[in-house]
């Protein structure tokens, strides 16, 4: 099983994107879910999680611009992302909270230029 991330693209600097994070045959409602990113030439890093017991929450550079939900009729989890900003740049990931290895997928590559 893998977690896809999805909806990726070019965005402008204050700009909008939603990000989609699916799997098939796995019931994300289950599981805490996280989202990361991993920008160029850095290490990943998390971003946000929602948890299947308690809460959601945000790494300190994305708290009040970004939001994650879940859609447990789609059996989708979103990253709703507002007032990008160049340093958004990255390639986002989504897993399992806390992350295992098998579990990544391809991700997703969000540009935040103008």
């Known amino acids: 099983v893998q977690l896809q991330a999805s909806g990726g693209g070019l965005a402008q600097p204050g700009g909008s994107l939603r990000l989609s994070c699916a799997a098939s045959?796995?019931?994300?409602?289950?599981?805490?879910i996280g989202w990361f990113r991993q920008a160029p030439g850095k290490q990943r890093e998390w971003v946000s999680c929602?948890?299947?017991?308690?809460?959601?929450y945000y790494a300190d550079s994305v708290k009040g611009r970004f939001t994650t939900y879940r859609d447990g009729a789609k059996n989708t989890v979103y990253l709703q992302m507002d007032s990008l900003r160049p340093e958004d740049t990255a390639v986002y990931y989504c897993?399992?909270?806390?992350?295992?290895?098998?579990?990544w997928g391809r991700g997703t590559e969000v540009t935040v230029s103008s």
């Open positions: 897993n399992t909270y806390p992350p295992r290895t098998e579990y």
């Open positions: 045959g796995f019931n994300l409602d289950s599981y805490g």
């Open positions: 929602i948890r299947s017991s308690d809460g959601i």
